[in-house]
């Protein structure tokens, strides 16, 4: 039996509307090992084979990549990514339920930034102490070490 070569196996999966992962990573903008891990977690479907074992992707998969790279950017978790790729697929869902997951995400990030906030402004009263020179005092390692400056 004749070896079929890698690449006309590849070259016979695309011209079937299939792509390599390496293609698929270039078109999602995600990478090969993150694809795999998505596959793993059953939020894409485990890839098609070719007859080398090598795992190809529809574009279907392609546009449900490019739908978790945007929910990874907006700052969604696996779990609510997966929640809101089964309200994507489910034509018959009630929006009332994507708002709702939205509007628990959005309260999210106000607490986050809220606590940064707070970071940023103790910080910036630490450094606002600090003289920045040679002298070894230092308010901001002082906060650190949990003492102040004049114990």
Known sequence: MPVTKPRAELSKAREQGYYSIGKAAELSGITPKMIRHY????????????AGDYRV???ADIHTLRFI????????????????LGLWRNQRRASEQVKRLALKHIAELD?????LQSMRAAL???ADHCHGDDRP???ILA???GMSLSE
């Not at 790279?69 to 809101?84: K, P």
């Open 39 to 50: 596959e793993s977690m059953e939020l894409i479907p485990k890839a098609s084979r070719t």
């Open 57 to 59: 992707y529809s574009a």
């Open 69 to 84: 790279r945007r929910a990874r950017g907006l700052g969604f978790s696996m779990d609510e990514i997966g929640t809101l």
């Open 111 to 115: 607490h986050k930034i809220a606590e």
């Open 124 to 126: 910036a009263e630490l």
């Open 137 to 139: 005092e230092c308010p």
């Open 143 to 145: 906060d650190l070490a």
